[in-house]
Nanobody, 129 residues
Framework: VQLQACGGGLVQAGDSLRLSCAAS????????MGWFRQAPGKEREFVAAISWSGGSTHYADSVKGRFTISRDNAKTTVYLQMNSLKPEDTAVYYC???????????????????????WGKGTQVTVSS
């Protein structure tokens, strides 16, 4: 699976952005997808993840209620709708794919995504105050 993320940009606090991650490869519909982010000087952290069917999702507490992850298997694309953005959301956002169930990505949260099968290049999100 190859992943290409886009949609980042510079916005003001309170604004919204939608990130997209286009995937290539035949196994997209059987992979769980996730988003991680890394702010300057900080370690990578989990943001959100979604099961292969889209029926189950999981969020970091810091984004719960503000961010929504979704996917369109027909378009082999996963999205991250980010509302009410805060300056602390500033980071490079990475999409990730893990073959198998959502629990596979959740299991990597404590090790900050290490071991996940596939990663895309990041897209920068900058939120000004």
């Amino acid at each position: 699976v190859q992943l290409q993320a886009c949609g980042g940009g510079l916005v003001q606090a309170g604004d919204s952005l939608r990130l997209s991650c286009a995937a290539s490869g035949r196994t997209f519909s059987s992979t769980a997808m996730g988003w991680f982010r890394q702010a300057p000087g900080k370690e990578r952290e989990f943001v959100a993840a979604i099961s292969w069917s889209g029926g189950s999702t999981h969020y970091a507490d810091s984004v719960k209620g503000r961010f929504t992850i979704s996917r369109d298997n027909a378009k082999t694309t996963v999205y991250l709708q980010m509302n009410s953005l805060k300056p602390e959301d500033t980071a490079v956002y990475y999409c990730a794919a893990e073959t198998g169930p959502l629990s596979g990505i959740i299991a990597t949260i404590t090790r900050r995504g290490r071991g996940i099968d596939y990663w895309g290049k990041g897209t920068q999100v900058t939120v000004s105050s």
